[in-house]
């Protein structure tokens, strides 16, 4: 499996930005899908977006369309996700996520297969 690690959460404003950054080791990060997921307090993890091996193909959730960009750098083995016009709904733990396949309009924490330990992002109104 491919190890994660998040990092770039904080605290921000409602309207602000943040990015979030995933960095990978362990595997050829290439071979892999990418995903962002988010979780608040007692609600379900959801599905913020994912990015194909070669960043070419993106899904985004409908929350999140059209504020939120994934991107990824293969030469440093980083995947990213840019929070645009933040909303204080969109608090959170963010997760990362790597899965050995494609990807699809909207996933499952099921379909990947290895994960980050999270960062909080904190969006005051």
């Known amino acids: 499996q491919v190890q994660l690690v998040e990092s770039g959460g904080g605290l921000v404003q409602a309207g602000g930005s943040l990015r979030l950054s995933c960095a990978a080791s362990?595997?050829?990060?290439?071979?892999?899908?990418m995903g962002w997921f988010r979780q608040a307090p007692g609600k379900e993890r959801e599905f913020v977006g994912a990015i194909n091996w070669g960043g070419f193909g993106t899904y985004y959730g409908d929350s999140v369309k059209g504020r939120f960009a994934i991107s990824r750098d293969n030469a440093k083995n980083t995947v990213y996700l840019q929070m645009n016009s933040l909303k204080a709904e969109d608090t959170a733990v963010y997760y990362c996520?790597?899965?050995?396949?494609?990807?699809?309009?909207?996933?499952?924490?099921?379909?990947?297969?290895?994960w980050g330990q999270g960062t909080q992002v904190t969006v005051s109104s």
């Open positions: 996520a790597a899965r050995a396949g494609g990807i699809w309009g909207s996933m499952d924490r099921a379909d990947f297969g290895s």
């Open positions: 362990g595997r050829t990060f290439s071979n892999y899908a």
